[in-house]
């Protein structure tokens, strides 16, 4: 089979699981989402891409849906209904988009899927109430399941660790490009892991084990979403500086001007060319010129070599714990589909 038509294969088999996924989480999401305060529900509603401000429907992006995807696949690979992870589901959809919901204010990112984040339409301290509101509804969705406190312990590993990402991924803000206390390659795929990765990790172990998986199997399950997880926050990296903008939806070498200690970047700075990097960097006068010069120190080539090495680890972990073949060959499309965009 060719490579555009498998490529073509791989992403419409994935599509059709996210959607597949998405139909069978949505209604137990928006019922959830309409326990809170009305006010809240609104924002809620608006972060998934539900509603415009003021309440209005509307069909806006609310994402791709990968750790619902997960969390129901999980189940199913455990050999139980999708529906036994659709809790699973709701609770780390609710817990993503309340990362979503803080890291916009963190940053100070004033879209989100090309249109105003909430903080920016409804203001900061609501943003940040939203974001209260559905982290609790979260674990009191997990708390109401058969074996919920086991399922709580498992999403508070992987909101602690997720925290753990965060915190780190704003102090290498502040670190320098050179010298002693400069960002090293190994402390980026550690934030990575947690920042991204636990999510992914604890959304595929929580299905699994609401789905009555043995321990061993939701461990597995989680280790693959980590794994998933330092691959595409890599492939992410890479696209966000040589990505077609067409396709990104971002400015060509974007994260360099944003001067972004990224995968690339950080592996470039350990090269002999560092020093010459790091000035180009730190001036953010040639973005172009720091991405030749980020590919010719090997940073490109290191990315996409760590992130084969991971997409690698997780079809490792999927073949050595006993998994239903057919949820085995979707999780399979659809890791395919989240890490193929630059490999």
Do not use: N
């Not at 609401?210 to 890479?238: C, E, K, W, Y």
């Not at 500086?241 to 001007?257: A, E, N």
């Amino acid at each position: 089979m060719t490579g555009p038509v498998r490529d073509g294969a791989v992403r419409d088999g994935a599509v059709h699981v996210l959607d597949r996924c998405r139909a069978l989480v949505r209604p137990a999401l928006v019922e959830a989402v309409e326990r809170l305060h009305p006010w809240v529900a609104e924002m809620a509603g608006y972060s998934f891409g539900w509603c415009e401000v003021g309440g209005a429907p509307a069909a806006a992006s609310g994402g791709k849906g990968v750790r619902q995807a997960l969390a129901v696949l999980g189940a199913e690979a455990a050999g139980a209904p999708g529906t036994a992870g659709v809790p699973a589901a709701v609770a780390v959809e609710l817990v993503h988009a309340f990362s979503l919901l803080h890291d916009d204010i963190m940053d100070g990112d004033p879209d989100r899927r090309r249109r105003p984040a909430v903080w920016k339409a409804y203001g900061t301290g609501p943003a940040v109430l939203a974001g209260d509101a559905l982290f609790a509804l979260a674990v009191e969705t997990l708390a109401a399941q058969p074996g919920g406190s086991a399922a709580v312990r498992t999403l508070s590993v992987a909101l602690r660790d997720l925290v753990r990402g965060q915190a780190d991924d704003l102090l290498f803000a502040d670190r320098p490009w050179t010298g002693p206390r400069r960002v090293r390659p190994e402390e980026y795929r550690a934030m990575a892991e947690h920042k991204t990765g636990a999510l992914l990790g604890g959304a595929a172990a929580l299905g699994a084990l609401l789905g009555g998986a043995a321990p061993a199997t939701s461990a597995a399950l989680d280790r693959a979403g980590r794994h998933l997880g330092v691959a595409f926050q890599i492939v992410d990296d890479v696209l966000g500086i040589w990505g077609d903008p067409r396709v990104t939806g971002k400015p060509v070498h974007g994260d360099l001007r944003e001067r972004k200690k990224t995968f690339p970047v950080l592996v470039a700075l350990d090269s002999p060319s560092g020093d010459r990097l790091a000035a180009l960097l730190e001036s953010g006068d040639e973005p172009g010129a720091a991405a030749a010069l980020i590919e010719e120190a090997g940073g490109r080539a290191a990315a996409l070599a760590e992130a084969r090495r991971r997409v690698t680890a997780v079809h490792g972990l999927l073949a050595d714990v006993p998994l239903e073949p057919r949820a085995t060959a979707e999780l399979r499309s659809l890791l395919g589909f989240l890490v193929r965009r630059e490999l």
